[in-house]
């Protein structure tokens, strides 16, 4: 069976009631966990990033999805201030519409950490980058979650 190719406009329109389905669960996941908003958006090269990074115990996790199919990474950074330095695990996650949750391979010590993703996103021009310093997150305490501004790791 061949595949029939879609007018630009049926791929859009699909595209967003994707997005619209996939942040609605998301946003109904985050409500029954009991967080608040925790996320950001962020555009680049025309293509915006939204995502949602949670802290708490020893694990970083992040997610950040974009309406393309593939061409969109992300890459979690943070400060660590006993070695002033950024550190990450180095790795460009890919994102799209379907996204899920990364575990940063950081190693952390109890503190409050500084958070800065980086997208990149693939154009006919070549690579075009962009990034944010997280303000907004969910922060895990065992099993409870809430809205938090600070990213609390160890705890």
Same mark, same amino acid.
């Given at each position: 069976?061949?595949?029939?190719?879609?007018?630009?406009?049926?791929?859009?329109?699909?595209?967003?009631?994707?997005?619209?389905?996939?942040?609605?669960?998301?946003?109904?996941?985050?409500?029954?966990?009991?967080?608040?908003s925790?996320s950001?958006? @962020?555009?680049?090269a025309?293509?915006?990033?939204? +995502?949602? %990074?949670?802290?708490g115990?020893?694990?970083?996790?992040? *997610? #950040?999805?974009?309406?393309?199919?593939?061409?969109?990474?992300?890459?979690?950074?943070?400060?660590?201030?006993?070695?002033?330095r950024?550190i990450?695990?180095g790795?460009?996650?890919?994102?799209?519409?379907?996204?899920?949750?990364? @575990?940063?391979?950081?190693?952390?010590?109890?503190? +409050?950490? %500084?958070?800065?993703?980086?997208?990149?996103?693939?154009? *006919? #021009?070549?690579?075009q980058?962009?990034?944010?310093?997280?303000s907004?997150?969910?922060?895990?305490?065992?099993?409870?979650?809430?809205?938090?501004?600070?990213?609390?790791?160890?705890?």
């Amino acid at each position: 069976m061949s595949a029939t190719p879609r007018s630009p406009v049926a791929v859009r329109h699909v595209r967003r009631r994707l997005r619209a389905l996939t942040l609605t669960a998301l946003a109904g996941l985050a409500l029954a966990a009991g967080s608040g908003s925790a996320s950001a958006d @962020v555009t680049v090269a025309g293509v915006r990033f939204d +995502t949602t %990074v949670e802290c708490g115990g020893s694990t970083i996790l992040f *997610t #950040a999805n974009t309406l393309m199919d593939g061409g969109s990474y992300a890459r979690l950074s943070v400060w660590d201030a006993p070695t002033r330095r950024w550190i990450s695990d180095g790795v460009w996650q890919p994102v799209d519409a379907w996204s899920s949750f990364h @575990v940063a391979d950081i190693t952390f010590s109890p503190g +409050t950490y %500084v958070v800065y993703l980086e997208y990149a996103q693939s154009t *006919t #021009a070549g690579w075009q980058y962009g990034g944010e310093q997280i303000s907004s997150f969910v922060q895990r305490s065992g099993l409870s979650r809430s809205s938090s501004g600070t990213c609390s790791m160890g705890g």
